[in-house]
């Protein structure tokens, strides 16, 4: 048995049938590019679990990309309180909850985002503030 199926074709494309629909069997056409189109998205429901899989792995993937980035945050943070003066100092320490200055994130944002996962900037921001405060750690006694 057989259902049926009504399918709506453009003006354009219907007046294009009109000239060739003698030579193309319609029906068998539309159930050729139904059946590929349903198995396309059979197949692709088969494969969730290998999905859950990547997704995970992607996860962990994602973690440690942003710890490296992290990482890469505190040892330029280090390198840059080299240079930094006692006003940026205390303008890093200025905010308890851990913001920083913007002068930090307008140096430092083409690297985060060019070498961090989108959404993730802000792992290199955070490690660099790190990095910089260590220093001053180390320093503010000796003043």
């Known amino acids: 048995m057989s259902q049926r199926v009504n399918v709506s074709l453009s003006d354009a494309l219907y007046e294009r049938l009109q000239v060739v629909k003698d030579s193309i069997n319609v029906s068998q ?16 429901l088969k494969d969730v679990p290998a999905m859950d899989k990547l997704l995970e792995r992607l996860k962990i993937e994602k973690q ?12 330029a943070g280090q390198e840059d309180a080299l ?9 890093l320490n200025a905010d308890p909850e851990g913001g920083r200055p913007d002068w930090v994130y307008e140096n430092h944002i083409q690297y985060a ?14 490690g660099w503030s790190e990095g910089a405060l260590s220093v001053w750690e180390q320093v503010k006694d000796q003043l």
Not at 29 to 44: D, G, L, M, P
Not at 64 to 75: L, M, T
């Open 29 to 44: 056409v539309c159930q050729s590019a139904i059946e590929t189109a349903v198995t396309i998205e059979e197949i692709k």
């Open 83 to 91: 240079e930094m003066s006692l006003e940026e100092f205390k303008a």
């Open 64 to 75: 440690q990309f942003r710890d490296e980035s992290r990482i890469d945050g505190v040892k």
């Open 113 to 126: 985002e060019d070498d961090c996962i989108p959404g993730d900037e802000d792992a290199f921001l955070e």
